[in-house]
């Protein structure tokens, strides 16, 4: 079943879930604004991918399994 705009707890269920998002979007929206996309995407990927993991910057400093 879909949501739809129709009752007044739907409608509040849809506010309560854009405000836990918007913010965070705005921050995306901002850093997109700020920050140049990369020319050459294969490139960028390449460069990403020869980094630090994600897995490896969270376990770092750590003993225990997160």
Known sequence: MSDTADDLET?????????KTSGLRERM???LATHESPDDFKA???TVA????????VDE????RV
């Open 61 to 64: 400093g750590r003993d225990e």
């Open 50 to 57: 020869s980094g630090t993991s994600l897995s490896e910057t």
């Open 44 to 46: 960028f990927r390449r």
């Open 29 to 31: 929206r901002d850093h």
């Open 11 to 19: 409608a509040g269920r849809w506010l309560l879930d854009e405000a």
